[in-house]
């Protein structure tokens, strides 16, 4: 066999896969999650749930998945939203699946997909995988965005995908609804017009008055409000992300999904994670709490910290951030080595955990020129 094997695409030789480090240690405040598990009612639901499903897995499942598409419709009806019918919703294995298929429908060659930095790392992937050029505009120093340029930056590139995670990963920031708006009138103002997709991946942890995109959804058809059960319903394991949109995005992202692409197992678990979103939901104050007292803790001990309406903090900074996110490792601490040059990301853990960082970190920063 010659050099050339497996004959993978130019541009991906020699790329990494994205994730983060997997070490079994003590203390995961790595890759957001929510650190509480299904309560055992839910649990067992589930388990129910899943066992009926099991009984017909010969066949092939709803492929328009029109029972979970209706509970989740009835889902954010609760949490922001007005007048979403089913036909509103899409959902696929993690809300990480769901973006790539709005690339794959509003994507492709000679399109572009524009966020901006510092900015969830899956982006460019989802850009990349689709062939889609990636246009990656920036944040100020606090992270937040200057409308006027980021307008701009849409009217100049005319991209087809805009993409605004909020909270943002890794720095937490909101975004304010006239940012919003002003993204999806710059993008509906060029042919072909753009759709602009606010990632809400960490929305149920937003603090009080930080509302959701999802209120804006009558008044921009571009608009595409994304989200998952993957961090405050403390379902990562699942594989379950969604988002609300004009019927003719969701139309249009059929004509992309692979046929059955959301498992019986898949749909059943969700559906019976529903039924149980209040207790599931149950621990998002609780967080809210210690990530609001772990940036005033961080704060008090002299770190800087991006505002967070996340689950998580970005603190810093340090001159060699490697070195303090080696330290944590070597006292049981796993948190994540990411975003700009100097900076460390830290989850929202149970409150045993963050005490367990709040010491890891001071033993650490005294160790460490
Ligand atoms: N968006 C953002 C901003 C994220 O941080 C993540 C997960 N890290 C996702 C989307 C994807 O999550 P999932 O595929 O589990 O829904």
């Keep these: 066999m010659n050099a050339a094997f497996p004959p993978l695409r130019e ?3 020699g790329i990494e896969p994205y994730g983060a480090p997997q070490l079994d240690l003590p203390v995961q405040l790595n890759v957001n999650e929510n650190p ?3 309560s055992p009612e839910a649990a067992a639901d589930i388990a129910r749930s899943v066992g009926e499903a099991a009984a017909s897995l010969n066949r092939y ?3 328009e998945f029109s029972e979970l598409r209706a509970g989740l419709a009835a889902y954010l009806e609760g949490d922001g939203g007005t007048g979403i019918t089913p036909e509103m919703v899409w959902a696929a294995n993690g809300s990480n699946e769901v973006m790539l298929q709005l690339l794959q429908a ?4 000679g399109r572009v997909a524009l966020s901006f930095a510092p900015t969830y790392s899956m982006y460019p992937e989802y850009a990349r995988d689709t062939l889609t050029e990636w246009v990656a505009g920036h944040r100020a120093d606090d992270f937040s ?3 006027d340029a980021a307008r701009d930056l849409v009217l100049e590139k005319q991209p087809t995908v805009v993409l605004l995670p909020s909270p943002n990963n890794p720095t937490g920031t909101a975004l304010p609804p006239e940012a919003v708006t002003m993204l999806c009138e710059a993008a509906a103002s060029y042919e072909p017009a753009g759709i ?3 990632d809400e991946a960490y929305v149920e942890f937003r603090r009080t008055g930080t509302p959701s995109a999802l209120e804006l959804l009558p008044v921009h058809r571009n608009l595409v409000v994304t989200r998952t059960m993957s961090k405050a319903f403390a379902l990562a394991g699942a594989r379950l992300g969604y988002l609300a949109a004009d019927p003719a995005i969701c139309d249009a992202i059929r004509v992309v999904r692979l046929p059955y692409h959301l498992s019986a197992v898949t749909q059943a678990t969700a559906l019976a994670a529903l039924r149980h979103a209040p207790e599931l939901l149950g621990k998002v104050e609780e967080l809210r709490v210690e990530r609001d ?5 961080l704060r008090e001990q002299g770190f800087e910290v991006a505002d967070s309406d996340a689950n998580f903090a970005l603190f810093g900074r340090f001159a060699d951030r490697h070195a303090v996110w080696q330290g944590m490792v070597d006292r049981g601490v796993l948190i994540r080595e990411t975003g700009p040059d100097g900076w460390l990301r830290v989850s929202i853990g149970t409150a045993a955990e963050m005490a367990a960082f709040r010491q890891a970190l001071l033993e650490t920063v005294q160790d460490t020129p």
Excluded: H
């Excluded at 509003?106 to 060659?109: D, K, L, N, Q, Y």
């Excluded at 007292?293 to 803790?297: D, F, M, R």
């Design 196 to 198: 602009v997709v606010v």
């Design 61 to 63: 499942p709803d492929r």
């Design 106 to 109: 509003f994507g492709g060659p």
């Design 145 to 147: 965005l200057d409308l």
């Design 11 to 13: 541009e991906l030789q």
């Design 36 to 38: 509480y598990g299904p």
């Design 293 to 297: 007292a772990t940036v005033a803790w």
